[in-house]
């Protein structure tokens, strides 16, 4: 898919329906981002988590934040930056944030 179509703006109300797809993962209104809190066995799971997700965010160039305590992480997700010379999706829920979701969930199916 293309860097363009990856970024096109999700509306609101499509956002909820996407997210039905998208295990465990809510948006927030607050922060205008979607979000999920992983849970692991202790810290040193967490962080190997985290790593993951690092690595899958350097390769989508698309890099969701991250808040550890302990042994639960928190990743939201939404777009800062785009190509789009006038920014107007930086602040917003694209497809490239669903996408994300998607991935990271997997990286914890793998190790199932």
Not at 42 to 50: P, R, V
Request: aromatic share 8%; hydrophobic share 35%; with cysteine.
């Amino acid at each position: 898919m293309s860097d363009k179509i990856m970024s096109k703006k999700i509306i609101s109300g499509i956002i909820l329906k996407e997210l039905n797809s998208v295990d465990g993962w809510n948006y927030s209104s607050e922060k205008n981002c979607i979000e999920k809190t992983f849970h692991f066995k202790g810290f040193n799971s967490a962080m190997l988590f985290c790593n993951a997700v690092a690595f899958l965010a350097n390769k989508y160039q698309h890099h969701p934040e991250l808040y550890i305590s302990f042994n639960k992480v928190t990743v939201s997700c939404q777009t800062h930056n785009t190509d789009d010379s006038s920014n107007s999706l930086s602040g917003k829920i694209t497809e490239l944030d669903l996408t994300i979701a998607k991935e990271i969930n997997n990286i914890l199916a793998i190790g199932r």
